[in-house]
């Protein structure tokens, strides 16, 4: 590792010059030219006390910001997106705003590293279940110790490989995994994101270099070049998702291409980490990171002890049902703020989920409150291959009376779900995640032409 750590302080050092730490679109960068950058990113900073606003969709940009930021010791605001009302949002939660350039260098930087202190804060946001962002404060010190974890966990497995993603760094997942972990393990990222499958396919068949997959779940079910990305197989050395579910048939998909199966990293930006799965021979229950501990609360949650929170010794509870199995690992059953009322019985949207896509015309399926008159359930579903064809052959209304009968099997009549969206693809935000609001905006006459409707 580049990075060390002691009681206060974080040191980043390079072992020589040369040493290649991005790819970008106009060439290899080195750490010389990267650090001289910073250097310059920091000369600038000196003069502009406060808190840093941080956006930049450029993830080498990005990388000379945040570190040079890290290294003064300052707090910075990492926002979503930089959209106009975003940043109205935001504007008491800062006082700076880094210039839309790098500041440039004069010379070469006098030394390969740099430091700083462990205790600076980053404020992210992330979206609860009503769509409204939700700010969550990290220190540094979370962060390099769960780059630590990672490292430990799944450093020899990726040895030697560069870094590609589809994900934003604007989020905790997207900055672990393409920024702070490649630097301080000394890995090569690739800072041109990719957006369409080809892009990946172009990558692999470029060079000789072994490739990590960075990737969420929203785009790996529209990977639909398997057969393509199956003929570099052995340039594959990785693929890694988190920031939600990943759905049953990505795992299958990848197997029978011979490729290697997603890692799921589950967490969330709380806690970081807390545990991970390949779903290839090894069962579908996830195993804690290492150094993070789990329990089952009484209320059937899980409990979470982890050096990635601020403070480890404290136990999270989160809001993800669980069953513990007897070696450790952990099954998840859902949320537990998922259980709504409709016509005064409770109902779990998670268990309305889970049972409606055991049937063979849903792939994917999204249920969510409906508040109007009366609070019932709608329900958002992505089609099988046979729900398509059932639903162009016999129409949209035998479709849902069999989707309905098949709900009353487990559920009483009066909450089973009788409005329906049929979607080629859930509607996610920035950070590829499903709100409950986005949902229920395609139930609106405004989002009624998202999908088609029943």
């Not at 309305?352 to 994917?364: G, I, K, L, R």
Request: proline share 5%.
């Amino acid at each position: 590792m580049l990075l060390k750590t002691d009681t206060d302080r974080w040191k980043l050092s390079f072992r020589a010059p040369t040493t290649a730490c991005m790819q970008t679109s106009q060439g290899e960068v080195d750490a010389e030219q990267w650090l001289a950058e910073v250097y310059g990113a920091v000369k600038w900073l000196e003069s502009h006390a406060g808190r840093v606003l941080l956006y930049r969709r450029d993830l080498y940009e990005f990388s000379v910001w945040l570190f040079a930021l890290l290294s003064l010791g300052r707090d910075i605001v990492l926002p979503s997106n930089d959209k106009p009302a975003t940043l109205a949002e935001l504007n008491e939660s800062y006082d700076v705003l880094p210039p839309s350039s790098l500041p440039g260098f004069d010379e070469s930087p006098e030394t390969l590293a740099l430091n700083g202190t462990l205790n600076s804060q980053l404020t992210f946001f992330t979206s609860g279940s009503s769509g409204k962002p939700k700010p969550v404060i990290k220190t540094v010190r979370q962060l390099f110790n769960e780059v630590e974890t990672l490292e430990a966990t799944f450093g020899e497995l990726i040895a030697g490989s560069r870094i590609v993603s589809t994900v934003t760094h604007q989020h905790i997942y997207g900055l672990l995994f393409t920024v702070l972990w490649p630097l301080a393990s000394g890995r090569v990222v690739n800072t041109q994101l990719v957006e369409y499958p080809e892009q990946l396919a172009e990558v692999l068949a470029d060079n000789d270099q072994r490739h990590v997959l960075v990737g969420s779940p929203a785009h790996l079910q529209r990977l639909d070049n398997l057969d393509e990305l199956s003929a570099h197989k052995e340039k594959l050395t990785a693929v890694f998702s988190s920031g939600g579910p990943l759905p049953n048939q990505v795992p299958v998909d990848f197997k029978k291409h011979d490729l290697t199966v997603p890692i799921e990293v589950y967490g969330s930006t709380e806690t970081g980490g807390i545990g991970w799965r390949q779903r290839d021979d090894k069962g579908d229950t996830f195993r804690p990171l290492l150094g993070v501990k789990v329990r089952v609360t009484e209320a059937g949650v899980l409990a979470v002890k982890s050096p990635h929170l601020r403070f480890p010794e404290d136990e999270f509870i989160s809001e993800d049902r669980v069953k513990l199995e007897p070696n450790g690992h952990f099954q998840l059953l859902g949320r537990k703020d998922t259980v709504v009322k409709v016509a005064e019985k409770r109902v779990s949207l998670n268990e309305v989920e889970v049972f409606a896509v055991q049937h063979d015309w849903v792939s994917q399926v999204k249920a969510c409150l409906l508040e109007g008159k009366r609070h019932e359930i709608g329900l958002v579903i992505v089609l099988s291959d046979a729900g398509k064809e059932a639903l162009d052959s016999e129409g949209r209304f035998s479709v849902r009376q069999a989707l309905r009968h098949h709900l009353q099997q487990r559920f009483e009549k009066v909450v089973v779900p009788k409005r329906f969206r049929y979607v080629a693809a859930f509607p996610i935000n920035e950070t590829g995640k499903v709100t409950q609001a986005a949902l229920q905006n395609l139930f609106t006459d405004t989002g009624s032409d998202t999908g088609r409707n029943d």
